[in-house]
């Protein structure tokens, strides 16, 4: 298979990197195998094709309580989307871990499962999607639980790892992306008028609600 010039720079420059990370990621295989692998199978699940976080944003942004985060959201998600899916994967077209059955990670790819997916492997679509939508959530969304997206962000990305669909770099990557997209997304939402946030059903006349999100 030929690999295009920035597919074999990243298979050069985090080699050692990429085999420590998965090597210490799979750790957590020895420790429980009955436990960890449904679990980071479960998490991948939830980023599949962005399905539940496109719902998740929706949602927020349908309630004028948690629109300004969920417009975040939307946004981000779009243009880490763009970035990612439809520029940077196409691009450097870097094929999935797996692929070299002589190496690490094709031996823990079978021994976690074997999925496969059909597009190429860097950066990570799922990890990128879910810091596109997490960053926004933990910033704009009430801190008492916010934090709790960013642990559902850094979950997606080890999952990626521990079913050895992706390097760790793809997965670095695609936080990076998604941290990108999703702070621009909070930037454009902050920059929106009020009127954006201010619709809504059953509202009341005369009546002026926060619609911030505390």
């Given amino acids: 298979m ?6 074999l720079w990243l298979n050069s420059t985090f080699a050692g990197f990429d085999v420590a990370v998965t090597t210490a990621v799979h750790k957590l ?3 429980a195998p009955g436990f960890f692998t449904p679990f980071f199978e479960l998490v991948s699940v939830l980023g599949k ?14 309630n004028k309580k948690t629109r300004r985060a969920g417009t975040a959201m939307s946004i981000g998600l779009a243009i880490a989307f763009i970035i990612v899916n439809l520029f940077l994967k196409v691009v450097i077209a870097r094929p999935r871990p797996y692929v070299d059955q002589s190496s690490v990670f094709y031996q823990f790819w079978t021994m976690v499962g074997q999925h496969t997916e059909s597009d190429k492997s860097f950066p990570s679509g799922h990890t990128n999607a879910a ?3 997490m960053i926004p959530l933990f910033l704009l ?3 008492r639980w916010s934090w709790l997206a960013l642990v559902f962000a850094f979950l ?9 669909v992706h390097f760790p770099s793809d997965v670095l990557g695609g936080a990076l992306t998604g941290t ?5 997304g909070v930037m454009i939402a902050l920059k929106l008028p009020d009127k954006w946030y201010a619709w809504g059903f059953g509202q009341k006349k005369g009546r002026h609600e926060d619609v911030r999100v505390r």
Wanted: aromatic fraction near 12%; charged fraction near 10%.
């Fill in 2 to 7: 030929e690999l295009t010039g920035t597919a």
């Fill in 29 to 31: 295989y020895d420790l």
């Fill in 49 to 62: 094709g962005g399905i539940f976080l496109i719902i998740l944003s929706l949602a927020l942004l349908l």
């Fill in 131 to 133: 810091f596109a939508t």
């Fill in 141 to 143: 969304g009430n801190k």
């Fill in 156 to 164: 997606m990305g080890i999952s990626r790892i521990y079913l050895c």
């Fill in 180 to 184: 990108f997209g999703g702070l621009l």
